[in-house]
């Protein structure tokens, strides 16, 4: 079984910044891409940014040049760097990931979700 936790969600001023984290733990071969998403009440869960395990980052269109996603894959880690916070991008960010984990039979390749942290951007 595999577990993925997020933090750095919180409340911040319009303008400024906050860095999300999301860890992956548990029975894991290696973490293939990873993703952040978000949602708000009513509205559909939307990709913010996901990253390959090498490295090679995607964004959507209205979150490039303000976000930025990185990862370090020795620590099964992924962060997401929030620049010039709207209130627009309040939210819940949720992280994904597709994971080859261990299992009594081998490995499997199965998609994960954290539980969310909630991003509030507010004066």
């Known amino acids: 079984q595999v577990q993925l936790m997020e933090s750095g969600g919180g409340l911040v001023q319009p303008g400024g910044s906050l860095r999300l984290s999301c860890t992956a733990s548990?029975?894991?071969?290696?973490?293939?891409?990873m993703a952040w998403y978000r949602q708000v009440p009513g509205k559909q869960r939307e990709l913010v940014a996901a990253?390959?395990?090498?490295?090679?980052?995607n964004y959507a269109e209205s979150m490039k040049g303000r976000f930025t996603i990185s990862r370090d894959n020795a620590k099964n880690t992924m962060y997401l760097q929030m620049n010039s916070l709207k209130s627009e991008d309040t939210a819940v960010y949720y992280c994904n990931a597709d994971v080859m984990e261990r299992t009594s039979y081998g490995q499997s390749d199965k998609i994960y979700w954290g539980q969310g942290t909630q991003v509030t951007v507010s004066s």
């Open positions: 990253i390959t395990s090498g490295g090679v980052a």
């Open positions: 548990g029975s894991i071969f290696w973490v293939n891409d």
